[in-house]
């Protein structure tokens, strides 16, 4: 037996030798002569020493120690083998100590390359052991043996590689430092040294690198790539390399903010980050990738947000959209950055928000359209800012939004007046001044676009439902005097608004225009009833507007008698509309009416528009040519303040002359006579004297509103509240408020305080009651 | 598309010539040939005779154009495959337990296997059969090679 080996190992030997050394190529012949060696030692021993098996072993388990000499004879080659290699390997790294640095790393390279080719020779040679003494001890899970390649690469690192592990990383480092310095370094070197490392960790079993597979030692397979292991590389040089980096980093990072703006900072940032990435495509793992990039962020960013803020703010001031949107990309990278980031920014939005709106605020209180204006161009500016340079990042939108609301809702135009809902107001005029009639009608399409735009402010505006008591107010009138530019705008508006907040909103705005539609189709109906059945309008052309009751926001208001024409025509319609719907109630809204009259007195004949209550007076001079301000307040039943209302527009054109005082108001007294102009003469034919409607009319419309709009708010509260302690039957004051403000946020921004007084005034009314012993609950009663 | 061809010498001298699909199939060969780097030499030297080369050699090329590698599983095969039992009717059952030997030297799985199992065949015959005392000894030989290698006996 000892022969054999003896002799085998002295071929075998002296074979090993020559491969290492590498002398001559391997030949063929060399190679089958050696495999054949190892072949024959392994299987004729075998068959020599072997005890006769009894045919009737028929169950002969596997991995039981069979008594055949083969695992034995491997044994004994496998040492010989090992005591070979590490023999070789310390020749090697006695040959290496003199080297340094870069010298080292070459030579390192040289014998590392050689090394390997040579060990995967050897592994060809010895593959039978490899497949049949080295696996079944593998097999037993026999620590220690290993396949030939694996066995080589692990002498190479226990006998060679841990005494110059530290020089040759030093020197790795130090080339890798001066490619940072812009030196150009030989890539392929630092390559293979780093490869070699990630080869020796394959014996030990865990951490397999990225995207490969676990390390079952392939026996048979036709040579693929080693699979790698991480502990030696990281171990002996990615701990060093990141130390390294984040030293150097800092050094470069605070001398060179020493000697430039921030903004150049980032730059350079930006630059290194990019050349790291590209560092560890080039010869890293990509397993370094990850610390690699925290250790930078760490070292170059994180260290610096204070005056990363500091630059923030002027950026965002100068609008530097590329500075702001390389400052995003960095500070993305570490975590927290950001929040602080989104506030400044929310502040500075606030702040020229408001800003802007002080601009306009002279002028905003009369002209909505600057008002909308400016808020649109403050949202133009910033929603592309942020789409652009912060690549619509959530926070930021919502930091948006958030300083949208809060100056759209709360600023300088709202504050100065009393009245605490300017917004929703101007807003709703402004989109009045779209729809309605003007001198210059701008094309549908810019209508479109400006009506677009009103809904972009309107999402920001938290007491919707004041926009729409003003807006219902403005459709009224448009609708009634027939005001509207187009009904494709109002129909396109109303459907706007029905998107945004739900059905409910908008049915009454679409009930007053069909309301229009019908009344259209009655009047023509009604006209034709007249011709068929000949019913004497005395030449009086009626047209009628029916408006639902709940529906328009008109108050029924007392004017004056009617003269006996209008009411016989009035009376004649009515009979028509109540044949026609039994069960309704007609009442003629006198105030909002208007009519034409001719006028044959003069060489002209003029034709005065006029309000049911100058038509009045006017039919008056019918009788008679003058008469005092105290007879025709009686006749009429006039409330004083308001003939003088109606006789200021006649005075102005001269239709009508007073006796004594060349003014009209309130101290007129009472016996002035009114007498009709004779010489009166105008230009147009046409003379409109309706179109008066004084400033104090328009305070007194937004106080009405207020009051209504208060009252309006209560009854919501208080459903909203009945509504959610139905549901809950019992609920806690807390969660009772939470629940409501929640429910009511689409349309407005409850006041805690009404709340509350809403909720004293459902316990009074029981529709709820406080739970006994809890102060704090309420209980729901049916 | 291996216009590359190979030399295999056996061990009394003869030369066969084979394609690189052939060695491929070889693992010892085929691990071989990727480390010489001699691109001249494609003399392989064999210390197998001419009478095992050759029906290694046309089984080899029975199946050069095998789409897969053949991997040894386990548990192995339980039965020939009809090409392996038409090649293996051509081969005596003197030389079959050389030829396995052989296949197990050169490290061709399917080889292995199919020998493997064309002896597992002739044996259960034998059972039968009993009283043929040389093929006897001959299959206890064989029987410890089996067993040591093949687990499912």
């Known amino acids: 037996m000892s022969e054999n080996l003896a002799n085998t190992w002295a071929e075998l030997g002296k074979g090993l030798e020559k491969i290492y050394t590498n ?29 006769p098996l009894t045919r009737n072993r028929r169950n002969n388990q596997p991995n039981v120690a069979t008594p055949s000499g083969a695992e034995f004879v491997g044994e004994d080659l496998y040492k010989k083998l090992v005591t070979f290699l590490e023999e070789y390997v310390n020749e090697l790294r006695a040959a290496c100590h003199s080297f340094r640095g870069t010298e080292l790393l070459e030579h390192y390279n040289r014998v590392w390359e050689s090394f390997r080719f040579s060990s995967t020779a050897v592994n060809g040679i010895f593959s039978y052991l490899n497949r049949h003494w080295i696996k079944r001890e593998l097999d037993e899970g026999k620590t220690g043996i290993y396949e030939v390649y694996n066995l080589a690469v692990r002498c190479w690192q226990e006998k060679f590689f841990v005494h110059v592990a530290d020089a040759v990383t030093n020197a790795v480092l130090d080339l890798i430092l001066n490619e940072r310095n812009g030196e150009s370094i030989p890539t392929s070197l630092v390559s293979g040294v780093l490869n070699s490392y990630l080869e020796m960790g394959i014996n030990e079993h865990d951490d397999p690198p990225t995207g490969q597979q676990v390390l079952r030692p392939t026996t048979n397979a036709p040579t693929e790539k080693r699979p790698r292991a991480l502990v030696v590389f990281k171990t002996y040089f990615e701990r060093k390399f990141l130390e390294q980096t984040r030293l150097y980093y800092s050094a470069e990072a605070q001398e060179f903010l020493a000697q430039n703006s921030v903004i150049e900072y980032l730059k350079k940032v930006e630059e290194r980050i990019k050349e790291e990435r590209d560092r560890v495509d080039r010869y890293l793992d990509t397993s370094t990738l990850e610390p690699l990039m925290k250790a930078c962020d760490d070292v170059l960013i994180a260290n610096y947000l204070d005056r990363f803020r500091g630059e923030f703010d002027s950026m965002l001031e100068n609008n530097q959209k590329d500075d702001l949107a390389r400052m995003f990309t960095l500070c993305e990278r570490v975590d927290g950055c ?102 210059k009608n701008p094309p549908e399409n810019e209508v479109e676009e400006a009506l677009n735009q009103v809904m972009i402010v309107f999402k920001y505006i938290e007491d919707k439902d004041v926009f729409q008591k003003y807006y219902s107010k403005m459709l009224a009138k448009r609708l009634v005097h027939e005001l509207s530019a187009s009904e494709d705008n109002e129909s396109a508006m109303l459907q706007k608004l029905k998107q945004m907040c739900g059905f409910e909103y908008t049915s009454k705005l679409q009930r007053m225009y069909t309301d229009t539609t019908v009344s259209k189709e009655l009047t023509q109906t009604f006209k034709r009833e007249v011709n068929e059945k000949n019913i004497d309008l005395h030449h009086v052309d009626l047209s009628v507007m029916i408006l639902a009751h709940g529906v328009w926001p008109f108050q029924y208001m007392e004017t004056c008698t009617i003269p006996p024409i209008l009411q016989n025509v009035m009376d004649k319609f009515s009979a028509f509309y109540v044949a026609r719907h039994t069960g309704r109630k007609l009442t003629f809204l006198q105030h909002m009416s208007r009519g034409e009259v001719t006028c044959n007195a003069y060489n002209r004949k003029y034709g005065f528009m006029a309000s049911t209550a100058q038509m009045a007076v006017l039919l008056k001079f019918n009788d008679n040519l003058s008469y005092s301000l105290q007879e025709i307040t009686d006749s009429l039943e006039f409330k004083n303040d308001l003939l003088c209302n109606v006789l200021q527009t006649m005075l102005k054109v001269d239709l009508i002359t007073l006796s004594e005082t060349k003014t009209l108001d309130a101290n007129t007294p009472m016996d002035t006579v009114v007498s009709l102009n004779p010489n009166f003469f105008s230009k147009k034919l046409k003379v409109d004297l309706s179109k008066a409607v004084t400033r104090s009319e328009v305070r007194k419309e937004q106080v009405d509103v207020q009051k209504d709009l208060e009252e309006d708010r209560r009854m919501v509260i208080q459903a909203a509240i009945v509504r959610v302690m139905k549901m809950r039957k019992k609920l806690a004051h807390s969660a009772l408020m939470t629940e409501v403000i929640k429910q009511l946020s689409v349309r407005f921004k409850p006041n805690v305080k009404v709340i509350k007084k809403c909720i004293d005034t459902l316990i009074e009314k029981e529709y709820l009651a406080r739970v006994e012993g809890d102060r704090d609950q309420y209980e729901y009663l049916s | 598309m291996a216009e590359t061809t190979f030399i295999l010498q056996s ?110 065949d002739q044996m259960r015959l034998n059972k039968i059969k009993n009283n043929q005392k040389t093929i006897n000894f001959t299959y206890e030989e064989q029987q410890k090679l089996y067993e040591k290698y093949v687990t499912w006996l």
């Open chain 1, 23 to 51: 002398v001559d190529p391997v030949s063929t012949k060399q190679y089958m002569e050696l495999y054949s060696h190892v072949y024959n030692f392994c299987t004729k021993s075998h068959l020599e020493d072997v005890t």
């Open chain 1, 338 to 439: 950001l929040e602080v980031l989104r506030s400044i920014m929310e502040n500075h939005i606030e702040r020229k928000g408001r800003a802007a709106i002080s601009n306009v605020t002279t002028d905003a209180n009369s002209d909505p359209k600057t008002y909308v204006n400016a808020i649109l161009s403050v949202h133009q500016l910033f929603s592309s800012l942020v789409t652009y340079a912060f690549k619509n990042d959530h926070g930021f939108v919502q930091a948006m939004d958030k300083a949208f609301t809060s100056f759209i809702n709360r600023n300088n135009a709202t504050d100065n007046t009393k009245a605490p809902s300017r917004s929703p107001e101007l807003l709703a005029r402004y989109a009045d001044l779209l729809l309605r009639k003007s001198a």
């Open chain 2, 11 to 120: 061990n009394d001298d003869k030369t066969f010539e084979v394609n690189k699909k052939v060695i491929a199939q070889s693992l010892v060969l085929s691990e071989m040939m990727e480390l010489v780097t001699d691109s001249e030499t494609k003399t392989i030297p064999l210390t197998i005779s001419s009478i095992l080369l050759k029906p290694i050699i046309d089984y080899c090329n029975l199946y050069q154009d095998a789409s897969e590698e053949y991997v040894m599983k386990d548990p192995p095969p339980m039965s020939l495959t009809e090409k392996d039992s038409e090649f293996m009717k051509d081969i005596s059952n003197d030389i079959l337990e050389d030829l396995t030997n052989a296949a197990n030297y050169l490290n061709i799985p399917r080889l292995i296997d199919a020998c493997l199992l064309h002896l597992r």
